[in-house]
Nanobody
Framework: QVQLVESGGGLVQAGGSLRLSCEAS????????MGWFRQAPGKEREFVAA??????????YYADSVKGRFTISGDNVKNTVYLQMNSLKPEDTAVYYC?????????????????????WGQGTQVTVSS
């Protein structure tokens, strides 16, 4: 079992920045990848970013809507994954969820699907005002 706790959400003006954190506990060594998803009111959950590890290499993946603005990173010592969000837009407003995947896929883009993940956090609200 892996437990995930997100933090760092809040209210920010358009153009501002936030950094989300996702702290993992439990069997963290079983995770092959971590991801961030978001869900806005009345919309389906969507992929934001993912990070996976293969040996000493780290790979990251982003939704087109956040490329160049968001950065995902991980701290293995702290068992924490971060999502640095810059140049925020009102359309980024959503509940952001952290997720952990146990299975390793050779194609990293498999991690853009929520079906690849086994554990989810409770979410943290991000609101961007115009």
């Amino acid at each position: 079992q892996v437990q995930l706790v997100e933090s760092g959400g809040g209210l920010v003006q358009a153009g501002g920045s936030l950094r989300l954190s996702c702290e993992a506990s439990g069997r963290t060594d079983s995770s092959s990848a971590m991801g961030w998803f978001r869900q806005a009111p009345g919309k389906e959950r969507e992929f934001v970013a993912a990070i996976r590890w293969s040996g000493i290499s780290t790979y990251s993946y982003y939704a087109d809507s956040v490329k160049g603005r968001f950065t995902i990173s991980g701290d293995n010592v702290k068992n924490t994954v971060y999502l640095q969000m810059n140049s925020l837009k009102p359309e980024d407003t959503a509940v952001y969820y952290c997720a952990a995947a146990q299975k390793w896929y050779s194609s990293g883009y498999r991690y853009s699907s929520g079906a690849a993940y086994d554990y989810w956090g409770q979410g943290t609200q991000v609101t961007v005002s115009s």
